[in-house]
């Protein structure tokens, strides 16, 4: 089934829209007909991005409207915000997907710490409280998905920073559709998108990796159902394997083992095993 709000003259707001998930999202949406708001912070590549959509979009360039935007700063998403109003008069789909991602573990530098959890986590933060407001108001189906990570679930050693920012967006996504679900009169409802293994950006593709697109079809199928968690598998991680490692991971407080059970070496081979 498809979903209501992925419907010709809706409106789509996707932050890190000039590349990678965001941008194979924007073509997406235009394709289907809906009107769309781009955010990044990257002028130069946000630019290149709206030219592709708008040849997506049945109104062309009436269709596309770009603002650079660094979803940091809650100014930015607010100037976001006032302008996809001013043009098309509504937000049905807010997809807070721009995110930073650095390398390292716990010892790394605290600006690094702080910028990460700035874009990833409080970037999410900010862009739903800056729209959701008008989104209850407009009295029409709506919805937010915002983008987390496998990583944010399993903690795989070796990117810490990164893996504690999306683990951040996984909880406050939950707890925001409980809020939402417990609205009298709400019709917005809010969706976690996890990624697996995706080519983005301008790294080169890997066999085992999925491109954009995947993700993109995924997500729009799993909204189509109504699904909350919307977990991608990849050329190399099947959704069984992908059972298997949340539920280990999980398994290691109800089981009381060390954390991170699958990399230790008293109980990596039980887990390969299991």
């Not at 709000?5 to 073509?27: E, Y």
């Not at 937000?91 to 790394?108: D, F, H, K, W, Y």
């Not at 919805?143 to 990164?162: A, E």
């Amino acid at each position: 089934m498809s979903d209501p709000v992925l419907a010709k003259g809706r409106v789509a707001v996707v932050t890190g829209a000039a590349s990678g998930i965001g941008l194979a999202a924007c073509k997406r949406f235009a394709a289907l007909g809906m009107r769309v708001a781009m955010a990044d912070n990257d002028a130069d590549e946000l630019r290149a991005a709206e030219a592709a959509v708008t040849g997506q979009a049945a109104g062309g360039g009436g269709d596309v409207l770009a603002v650079a935007t660094d979803v940091a700063k809650p100014a930015d998403l607010e100037r976001l915000r006032d302008a996809t109003y001013d043009r098309f008069g509504e937000t049905a789909l807010l997809m807070n997907n721009a995110a930073a991602r650095v390398a390292g573990g716990s010892r790394e530098d605290l600006d690094e710490w702080r910028h990460t959890m700035e874009v990833n986590f409080w970037g999410v933060v900010c862009g739903v409280r800056v729209f959701l407001p008008g989104m209850i108001e407009q009295g029409t189906p709506a919805r937010i998905v915002n983008t987390g990570s496998k990583q944010g679930i399993t903690n795989p050693p070796g990117n810490l920073i990164y893996n504690v920012s999306k683990s951040a967006v996984k909880t406050y996504t939950e707890g925001l559709q409980h809020e939402l679900r417990n609205t009298d009169g709400c019709q917005v409802t809010a969706h976690l998108l996890i990624p697996g293994w995706t080519t983005t950006g301008k790294r080169e593709h890997k066999p085992g990796a999925w491109l954009p697109d995947q993700v993109v079809e995924r997500m729009e199928a799993a909204l189509g159902r109504g699904d909350f968690y919307i977990l991608c598998p990849d050329n190399e991680v099947t959704s069984e394997m992908d059972r298997k490692r949340i539920l280990w991971g999980a398994g290691d407080i109800t089981e009381n083992r060390p954390p991170l059970s699958r990399w230790h070496v008293d109980w990596a081979e039980a887990f390969k095993k299991g």
